[in-house]
């Protein structure tokens, strides 16, 4: 779960993290409201989990509340444009008005997990206010990483290290082991697995303070904190993920592409090999889906009439490799699915083995279906059968 | 000899009453795995509908059996318990079936428990094929043979493996890692024990896309390494788009987990990369025959 930044200061504030002055306003009205009451020079950020805000319009300054109220209105007037990770953009719904800082240097700093330590991994480099990415190609140098002992904790001799090892500004020193220690006990107060800083401002009057805010909690870890759950923000779902919701699945475990190769597996691994599978047969992919483990009946009827009614697919390969999941249960729902659904009836390819293969079988067999041996075969036989149909 | 486990190994099951606990548990026995009790607060005193011995506690389960080997089907917020328990009662092995345990948990876990080796979270488990299996691979399609294998997919690695076993390939050992971010073995953890296995002659590494697993295996192989015949692939080469890779997490490796940086990793360490399962093994038997 990633908070907006608005959501991540808050933690920060809680933390002793020092952040600009602000207020988070839902209205064009409100943010001219504040304006009208706190005079000042006000910077005014569209509130989303999308990056590249700045590069979109989505932060602009203003100076009274009319001012405000006008650049609130344009922020919010069109939504953040989408980009090859959010196909649907993101729709605008409140803003931040923040005060402008006295910028004289920007840094980077954040928190992480490292999976090749197993520890937690603290990130720093003096180059902050552009994408991490970025600054890793143009100074790879700069980057500073401590992995720390979860026994240890957080100590102050790790944040005199890292400024020292990636030569961050005098001017930082006095604060910045403070500051990281608000980001470590924020890191484990609430089980986060990333809090980042970018940029991390030293203003021209010497305070160090978080420009913006970016954390991500785990979604696992949420059921030590429901308070979050009111702070979750729902991303309108694009129509593949609608019909995977629709369908019981994940909305991450369905998509479209086109082919006229159904397919359906279980796990992603073999869903995505089964997709490579048809394509070495020659064959094009309508969907990638991955049913999950433990696939039942129901499960697989609705999984069924997603491919037949919602894909281009005149034909669909079933890759089923029994391990949590049972062979039995998946050919039940097989039949099930084929005698209960009122949708048109498409050539199966089936591929069922692993766990209760036998059982699952003899059940595909009484009802007049053979299974393939192998994934590959199957494949062949899909494609070979999707352009006959053609 | 295999690693980590093998037909000795003395398996309790944490959880052995649940549903998945319970069901799992009749699968392994009658693979041959010798598991010898189980765990379910509350039950103490009762028998299985396997009939075995169901305990308290983990130190009451090991003192009364001398198990030395947890397998843990509870739920996600009682993993991190589970793995504590079982090392305060000196166990130093586990595999860990649970899915969406928390990756601080997990930290916790690991920085709190030298000396144990984990398996997993949210992983299938492990199989010495003809000695023992913990977890919930589906035991007929392994053969035992001299082949090690090491996987972050679960059904992807069955994939594999049929593919192993109808070429007459039989396997020393296969671990499923695992997907989580924070993992006890690594497959660099498990290179390392195959390199001092003598029943280990070859081994096929089955990674995916993201992280820096990959690359960390491949440059193992490359320092200590060099002699073994070995064959990667590297799934989700197709993935549908969305997926994104973390910021911070790949930048601390310096690579981005692209399939290209993995098989560029592989290829530079001398391993061959598969293009699809169905490959594997002829590329892993050719590269066994020119030993």
């Known amino acids: 779960m990633n908070l907006m930044e608005y959501q991540g200061k808050e933690l920060f504030r809680r933390s002793g993290i020092p952040v600009p002055r602000s207020q988070h306003c839902t ?3 409100e943010v001219a409201a504040f304006i009208e009451q706190n005079p000042g020079k006000w910077v005014v950020k569209a509130q989303v989990l999308m990056g590249g805000r700045g590069k979109a319009g989505k932060i602009k300054f203003a100076t009274n509340a009319d001012e405000g109220r006008k650049v609130a209105q344009e922020i919010m007037a069109t939504p953040m444009p989408p980009n090859r990770q959010n196909p649907n953009g993101e729709a605008i719904k409140s803003l931040l008005v923040e005060e402008t800082l006295d910028v004289a240097l920007e840094a980077y700093c954040a928190i992480s997990v490292d999976r090749t330590t197993k520890k937690p991994a603290v990130i720093v480099t003096k180059f902050g206010g552009m994408d991490v990415e970025e600054v890793h190609d143009k100074h790879p140098e700069s980057f500073s990483t401590f992995f720390v002992d979860t026994a240890i904790g957080y100590s102050p001799f790790i944040g005199r290290k890292l400024a020292f090892s990636t030569d961050l500004d005098p001017g930082y020193r006095k604060q910045f082991p403070a500051i990281l220690a608000g980001m470590y006990e924020l890191f484990f107060a609430y089980g986060a697995k990333l ?36 702070w979750q923000t729902v991303l309108p779902l694009d129509e593949d993920e609608t019909l995977a919701t629709d369908a019981g699945l994940g909305i991450r475990n369905f998509r479209r592409f086109g082919g006229t190769v159904g397919t359906m597996a279980n796990g992603a691994g073999l869903a995505m090999g089964t997709m490579d599978a048809v394509k070495n047969a020659g064959g094009e992919i309508a969907n990638f889906l991955d049913v999950g483990g433990g696939a039942n009946a129901e499960r697989v009827r609705k999984c069924y009439e997603l491919v037949v009614n919602h894909t281009n697919a005149k034909v669909f390969f079933i890759n089923i490799f029994g391990g949590i999941t049972r062979g039995d249960e998946v050919a039940k729902g097989i039949v099930e699915a084929l005698n209960t659904t ?14 209760n293969e036998v059982e699952g ?23 070979e059968l999707a352009a006959v149909s053609s | 000899m ?37 765990v379910t607060p509350g039950k103490g005193g009762q028998k299985t509908e396997h009939g075995l011995p169901v305990f308290n506690t983990v130190e009451e389960c090991v003192a009364a059996t001398g198990a030395t080997h947890q397998c843990i089907f509870v739920p996600p917020a009682g993993a991190a318990d589970a793995l504590f328990e079982a090392y305060e009662a000196g166990i130093r092995f586990s595999v860990c079936i649970t899915e969406g345990v928390p990756v601080h948990d997990m930290l916790r876990v690991v ?30 399609i392994f053969k035992e043979g ?38 006890g073995t690594t497959f660099v953890d498990c290179l390392r024990e195959f390199a001092n296995d003598a029943q280990t002659k070859a081994i096929v590494i089955c990674g995916e896309i993201g992280g820096s697993d990959e690359e960390d295996a491949a440059a193992f192989v490359k320092e200590h390494l060099a002699g073994m015949p070995i064959v990667a692939f590297v799934g989700g080469r197709n993935a549908p788009p969305g997926k994104s ?26 391993v061959p990369v598969a293009e699809r399962p169905s490959d594997i093994p002829k590329l892993l038997a050719e590269r066994m025959a020119a030993v």
């Open chain 1, 342 to 355: 009122k949708s048109r009836k498409i050539p199966l390819v089936i591929r069922l083995t692993g766990t």
């Open chain 2, 245 to 270: 890779l973390g910021h911070a997490g790949a930048i601390i490796s310096g690579g981005f987990g692209t399939p290209e940086s993995k098989i560029k990793a592989f290829q530079a360490a001398g």
């Open chain 2, 146 to 183: 001299n082949v090690g294998l090491i996987s972050r997919s679960g059904t992807l690695t069955y994939e594999v493996v049929d593919g192993l076993t109808r070429a007459g390939l039989g396997q020393s050992t296969c671990v499923g890692i695992g997907g989580d971010p924070i993992i």
């Open chain 1, 361 to 383: 079988r003899r059940i595909l067999a009484e009802a007049g279906m053979t299974p393939v041996e192998t994934m590959d075969e199957g494949a062949k036989r899909a494609v």
């Open chain 1, 195 to 230: 809090v980042e800083i970018n940029p991390l401002v030293l203003t021209k009057d010497g305070r160090v303070i978080a420009a913006d805010a970016k954390v991500e909690l785990d979604d696992d870890a949420l059921f030590r904190h429901p308070e979050f759950k009111q």
């Open chain 2, 111 to 140: 920085g709190a428990t030298p000396g144990m080796r984990i398996i997993g979270p949210n992983c299938p488990g492990l199989i010495s094929p003809g000695k023992s299996s913990i977890g919930i691979m589906p035991g007929h």
């Open chain 1, 27 to 29: 209205t064009p009205d």
């Open chain 2, 2 to 38: 295999s690693i980590f486990l093998d037909k000795n190994s003395k398996v309790f099951v944490q959880g052995i009453t649940g549903a998945e606990g319970s069901y799992h548990t009749g699968r392994m026995l009658a693979y041959g795995t010798n598991i010898v009790g189980g």
